[in-house]
């Protein structure tokens, strides 16, 4: 399936005065590409990425969850929520933005006033810890489904050169897979990610 057709796809959703549309999916399975991809694409559209809400470093340390970053439970969902309710209020709303490059979170580095906002993020079908009060604040989410094999060779490639890299996606990564690969039959719709 082609960006073109995903494109037209949103314009025809695209009735009220804002759209909020959700792209999940696990870890490495293109979300945040595809999601970019259509914010470049679509007129005026707005991107709201769940990871600048990923609880900071120094917290997941004092609570004991360093190693599993990225668990449902290593967010501030709370926030997530709130700010997606702002959004889908239509207000004009300034949100965090997840740095990789230093592994925290820039508060105000995203400016959301569009009347298309994509919403991406693995936890966006999660029915538990909070993350249930995500869906219905959504106009539409579809999930990006990519084989676990596929995803394991690319969260390799991402930990390549780590020493703890084949721990992290054994221990950690692929478990949130699995869980986020639950949320799928909530999906409005299902895309291959297959590369």
Known sequence: MGIEELVRDIAALARGPRLVLGIAGAPASGKSTLAEALVATVPGAALLPMDGFHLDDAVLEARGDRARKGAFWTFDVAGFVACLTRVRAGEHVFAPRFDRSLELARAGALEIAARVVIVEGNYLLHDDGGWE?????????????????????????????????????????????????EGRARADRVISGQA
Do not use: I, M, T, Y
């Open 133 to 181: 009060a995500v869906r219905p604040l959504l106009d539409a989410c579809w999930f990006l489904d990519v084989p676990e094999a596929e995803l394991e060779r690319r969260l390799l490639e991402r930990w390549a050169g780590q020493a703890e890299g084949a721990r992290k996606v054994a221990e950690n990564d692929l478990p949130n897979a699995r869980l986020v690969v």
